[in-house]
């Protein structure tokens, strides 16, 4: 509606019960580790479009 571009990267940690194979300290290690590698994948990708 105002043109601004934008981005939304989400990881889901399990389905809110108690089935989860991964403790949370793990989950968000693997999390941020995967979501800095989109990132800076996405921010060459940009770069090298422009």
């Known amino acids: 509606m105002n ?3 934008f ?3 989400r990881a889901i ?3 809110a019960n108690d089935d989860s ?3 949370y300290p793990a989950f968000e290690k693997m999390a941020v ?3 800095v590698e989109i990132i800076l ?4 990708n940009i770069k090298g479009g422009c």
Not at 41 to 44: D, G, H, R, S
């Open 3 to 5: 043109n601004v571009r």
């Open 41 to 44: 994948e996405l921010l060459k």
């Open 33 to 35: 580790e995967n979501s």
């Open 7 to 9: 981005g939304v990267l």
């Open 13 to 15: 940690s399990d389905g």
């Open 21 to 23: 194979v991964m403790d």
